[in-house]
Structures are given as structure tokens and as C-alpha cells.
């Protein structure tokens, strides 16, 4: 039912910034707490940037806070992921993914990569 397509992958050089966009339809945006996340070949998918339900809070794994920013535009019924001085070690396919009622995410977008080069 909902549908999450991800978008704003792609090379960036060491340093440099990307934008992931998340857009959502076939529910009610405004009410799913979204959270992106990222596999690197070899590793476990780790949640990267996520929402609370309650405030519009924000929380970040420490490998990436301070330098990640999630953030959301329910007019447009989507989630960006603001990436600044991207590292190498940031390379990964990354997902936007939604939370059900079951407190879990249940919805996932297809995936962008993202590659930083040095």
C-alpha cells in the first residue's frame, strides 16, 4: 500500500554533499515516522537517520551525527537525507524505509547508491 521510491544517489568525491530524497504515496505521510538506511557490501544494514513518533524528533547512528541532517516536506510527501562531508566509509546503497503501527519498518524504497570517492 505504501510506496517509498528513493532518489539522489550517486558519486561524489570525498568532502563533498548529497541530497537523498524519499517520496511517499499511498498512505498517510504525515503520520509514518521515516528512517533511512544503508548496507555496504559486506556488512549489515544499519539504520543511519530515523524519526520518533512523538515531537519530530530526530536520531542518528555516531558514525555519521553531525553530519547527516533527516528532514521532512509532508507537502510534498517526502523525506530528504542531507549528507555533508561524505567519506569513503559513507558508501553503501542506502534506504528510505517507513514504520507501521507494528512499531517496525515495514515499507522500503528500492534503494539509491551512494558512492564516495577519494
Known amino acids: 500500500q505504501v510506496q517509498l521510491v528513493e532518489s539522489g544517489g550517486g558519486l561524489v568525491q570525498a568532502g563533498g554533499s548529497l541530497r537523498l530524497s524519499c517520496a511517499a504515496s499511498?498512505?498517510?505521510?504525515?503520520?509514518?515516522?521515516m528512517g533511512w538506511f544503508r548496507q555496504a557490501p559486506g556488512k549489515e544494514r544499519e539504520l543511519v537517520a530515523g524519526?520518533?513518533?512523538?515531537?519530530?524528533?530526530?536520531y542518528y547512528t555516531a558514525s555519521v551525527k553531525g553530519r547527516f541532517t533527516i528532514s521532512r516536506d509532508n507537502a510534498k510527501n517526502t523525506v530528504y537525507l542531507q549528507m555533508n562531508s561524505l567519506k569513503p566509509e559513507d558508501t553503501a546503497v542506502y534506504y528510505c524505509?517507513?514504520?507501521?503501527?507494528?512499531?517496525?519498518?515495514?515499507?522500503w524504497g528500492q534503494g539509491t547508491q551512494v558512492t564516495v570517492s577519494s
Open positions: 524505509a517507513a514504520k507501521s503501527r507494528r512499531d517496525s519498518y515495514d515499507y
Open positions: 499511498g498512505g498517510t505521510f504525515s503520520m509514518y515516522p
Open positions: 524519526e520518533r513518533w512523538s515531537g519530530g524528533t530526530t
